[in-house]
């Protein structure tokens, strides 16, 4: 272990681990019913599964014992209470931890340590590297899309709460702690009914505002302090993205209007950040030739906000014209005298203009298809036959399409979308261009998918010679990953997608999406299928001199794209384009990684240097020589069939349905969004979504998304005699190296004793037997490709973090599967027993708790 990580896990011990023993202690005053003898109880439970795990006890027999040993409860409905009571506790316990972590994090984190910017600015000048940086910071940024995937079971109130307690138990305040912890108690930790699209915006623009503003702010004003010349106001390093509000792929509840009142509140809530900033400037500008302008501008602003009719009164330009005009006057006037207060605003500016954060539309391509059909039946526009037309037909016809749709002949999702092209139009008007420029395609399977949306744009009054709308494809599944590349070369070789590229700077955005691609082809497969797609499609778009910017569709887990995200960046290689980094910050992510101000800070400025290091400083370390891609290709294969013969084993659907708690996902209210892009009751791995089906496994503490196959590919190119290729593969590859650290993070949180009573179960035992087999043989080739004696041992701060998350939840995940267990009792007798409703709440609750301790579980 090096010094750092040595000093950070003392920290860690010092600062979150016995302040949670003290802390704890608090909870017996909380508002609870009987809470004394809740805590207690509950300890004494946590014991009884610790204990009965290890004698291979089922959770139903760790819980009947628990309360045969330590209660005097016999009455069904009065065991449920207690359980409940516990559930409440535990998601108490999880949130002072998190408080705890937030509050440690500037002590346990080394903010100029490697990675950060200033380990980027001593390595620019030990290497004499500034004119290189200065060229690379032209056309480089990261932009963070914060997306309303449903993975934050903390409401808003909770949320502000741990910002709260963080700050208090930082300046170690034991007073406000106890007063908040009580807070806590009477706060409700579930929403009654589901949030909507409007809802679930306004959660993530309180980030924008309390976070990523402050943050940006430090990290612009930091590379513009030691490298004056090297940020371009054009290219302001750092841009966020925005889907609540404009992601309708599968949510029938975000309409036009919701897309248009997020659209205004992000405007209003940037204009009052800056209000916000320009009074609190004015307490230090007082002085002669300046207090005017400050006072102008804030007047202008507030009148922007809260005087009807000045809506569009005041426009970027004039913000940084006057903060221009104040800096002069202060350095040729006032010896520069708060200088740096004003250029931290303009550095804002330069950032999040008057539209905060891009506001991003998605569609399903199935969508696209109907609404062409639906226009070429109603309208004189297309073809009548349009719908019996061949591709290359439909292709050579929306090409040359004109005219304008009629919504009005339109009804439902239809009518939406059409007027959905018209509105980005009124966007660009009030929050500018970068308000809303991106429109992207889900299940995007070939370039008629692409030509639909251009097509679509022209048939809602938009002109081809102005259209300035960057038509981003989401490619997903393992086949459309492969097909991406033919689907790019055709599009970039007709000559209207030429002109259309040429407006956009010969820039073109490709999504590729981790979720669904882990859910189709397995862990290694679906990482190996986007690294290869990256790679060829980099080739391509050099070959037709285009600029290719991926945009990666990452979640919180390693089984979704997640883990140590910013070793992935660093470890692409030459071949692969690094113009930008893109990437969605979902849920979960955004409360653990981007949740308080330095630990955005320290994230942002993680991927700052990978995306500029790489360039700058180990151009070629990443790019993988052909005996390594062609190795790497060989485990994914195997990985994949292990994978596909887990994925058909004739139990996997009914496993998941009745021993996981996946049917209730969609109960837990915290999602506009369904669960499942169809109305059928059945299970269906095609319709079922990424999130609810890693958040399942997660939940079952299986986890199979993050390692299946990987075990059995190793084993396979060890009997092969390969092994010792794979080890030197594991130790020059950073990128092979990250995949399998975050596969040993996917494992860290796996535990099978919570399930192990299945292993003879005549329904499921042959399949958890599978699974089981599979996560033992994964671990021992992983700990043998390390040389260490347990998983992340590279990473003691977090392994220990993920200990104590998961030894304070053991309680819940067991109360969860006892339930689960009541549950199919009851079904299996057909009968109509009330409780079989107290017990489906009973595990809706327990998964709060659960994936909240994760804090990247799904």
């Known amino acids: 272990m090096d010094h750092q990580s040595s000093f950070g896990l003392q920290q860690f011990k010092n600062q979150v681990a016995i302040k949670f023993q003290l802390y704890n202690s608090l909870f017996t005053s909380l508002p609870f019913h009987r809470i004394e003898k809740t805590g207690i109880l509950l300890s004494l439970l946590l014991t009884n599964c610790e204990e009965g795990y290890k004698k291979k006890l089922s959770p139903e027999a760790i819980i009947e014992d628990f309360f045969n040993r330590h209660t005097s409860y016999r009455n069904e409905q009065e065991k449920v209470d207690l359980l409940f009571r516990f559930v409440q506790y535990v998601e108490r316990q999880v949130v002072l931890f998190d408080a705890l972590e937030d509050a440690a994090f500037r002590l346990v984190n080394d903010m100029n340590g490697i990675g950060s910017l200033k380990h980027l600015e001593n390595e620019v000048i030990q290497e004499s590297k500034y004119k290189q940086l200065e060229e690379r910071l032209k056309e480089f940024a990261v932009r963070l899309v914060l997306t309303a995937h449903p993975t934050q079971f903390y409401p808003g109130s909770v949320l502000g709460i741990i910002n709260d307690l963080s700050r208090a138990l930082a300046e170690n305040n034991t007073a406000q702690v106890n007063m908040y912890l009580q807070q806590l108690g009477k706060t409700p930790f579930l929403n009654k009914v589901k949030p909507t699209p409007y809802d679930e915006a306004i959660s993530l623009i309180w980030y924008l505002e309390n976070v990523f503003y402050v943050a940006a702010g430090r990290i612009l004003s930091f590379l513009k302090n030691q490298f004056p010349q090297a940020v371009d106001d054009k290219n302001p390093v750092i841009h966020m993205g925005f889907w609540p509000g404009g992601d309708r792929d599968g949510n029938p509840f975000v309409t036009v209007d919701t897309t248009m009142k997020v659209a205004d509140i992000l405007r209003g809530g940037i204009i009052k950040c800056y209000y916000l900033d320009v009074r609190r400037i004015k307490r230090r500008l007082t002085f002669k030739g300046v207090e005017t302008l400050v006072a102008d501008l804030e007047k202008e602003l507030y009148n ?392 399942a496994w997660s939940q079952l503490k299986q986890n199979i998304s993050g390692y299946f196959g990987v075990g059995a590919a190793l084993e396979h190119l060890d009997k092969k005699g390969k092994f010792p290729q794979v080890k030197q593969l594991y130790t020059n590859s950073l990128f092979f190296k990250t995949l399998m650290d975050n596969c040993e993070m996917a494992m860290k949180k796996c535990y099978f004793p919570l399930t192990e009573y299945l292993a003879a179960d005549p329904q499921y035992g042959e399949l958890w037997r599978m699974l089981f087999s599979e996560f033992e043989l994964t671990r021992r080739y992983l700990l043998q490709l390390s040389g260490k004696t347990e998983l992340m041992a590279d990473y003691p701060v977090e392994s220990l973090s993920i200990h104590m998350r998961e030894r304070i939840v053991l309680p819940l995940t067991t109360i969860q599967q006892y339930a689960m267990k009541k549950i199919r009792t009851i079904e299996e007798q057909m009968g109509k027993d009330p409780m079989k409703e107290v017990y489906e709440k009973l595990v809706v609750r327990s998964a709060f708790g659960i994936v909240n301790a994760g804090r990247n579980s799904v």
């Open 304 to 695: 922007n906000i809260f005087i009807p009719g000045h809506r569009t009164a005041i426009t970027k330009e004039y913000i940084l014209s006057v903060l221009n005009q104040i800096k002069d006057i202060l350095i040729f006037q006032h010896n520069g005298l708060f200088q740096h207060l004003v250029e931290n605003l303009i550095n804002k500016v330069h950032v999040f203009g008057l539209h905060f954060t891009t506001l991003d539309i998605r569609q399903d391509s199935s969508v696209h298809g109907q609404l062409l059909e639906a226009i070429a039946e109603k309208e004189n526009i297309l073809p009548k036959n349009y719908k019996q037309l061949s591709v290359e037909e439909k292709i050579k016809c929306l090409i040359e399409v004109d005219g304008v749709a009629n919504p009005d002949l339109y009804e439902g999702v239809l009518k939406d979308s059409l007027l959905t092209f018209k509105a980005i139009q009124q966007i660009q008007e009030y929050n500018g261009v970068q308000g809303c420029n991106r429109y992207i395609i889900s299940h995007c399977t070939n370039e008629l998918n692409m030509l639909e949306v251009y097509a679509l744009f022209v048939l809602s009054g938009w002109k081809r010679d102005s259209l300035n709308i960057n038509i981003v494809p989401l490619f997903e599944t393992i086949d459309d990953l492969k097909a991406a590349g033919d689907v790019m070369r055709t599009l970039y070789e007709e000559e209207f997608y030429k002109k259309h590229l040429k407006r956009l700077a010969n820039s073109q955005t490709i999504m590729l999406g981790f979720s669904d691609g882990t859910k189709d082809g397995g862990y290694l497969m679906a990482n190996w299928a986007i690294f290869k797609a990256k790679k060829e499609l980099t080739k391509i778009s050099k070959e037709h001199g285009v600029d290719v910017v991926f945009f990666d569709g990452r979640g919180g887990p390693p089984a979704r794209g997640g883990g140590k995200t910013h070793r992935f960046y660093a470890s692409m290689g030459s071949d692969i384009s690094n113009k930008e980094i893109q990437l969605t910050i979902q849920g979960q992510t955004v409360s653990s990684n981007f949740g308080t101000v330095d630990s955005a800070q320290f994230n942002i400025e993680q991927l700052i240097h990978a995306g500029v290091s790489t360039e700058l400083f180990q151009e070629k370390e990443g790019t993988l020589d052909p005996n390594e891609e062609e190795l790497i290709q060989e485990l994914s294969e195997i990985g994949l069939n292990s994978y596909n013969q887990l994925k058909n084993h004739p139990e996997f659907l009914n496993y998941l349905s009745h021993i996981s708690p996946l049917r209730f996902y969609s109960e837990t209210n915290i999602a506009s969004r369904p669960s499942k892009r169809s109305a059928s009751s059945r299970i269906n791995l095609n319709d079922l979504r990424a999130i609810p089906f890693v958040g």
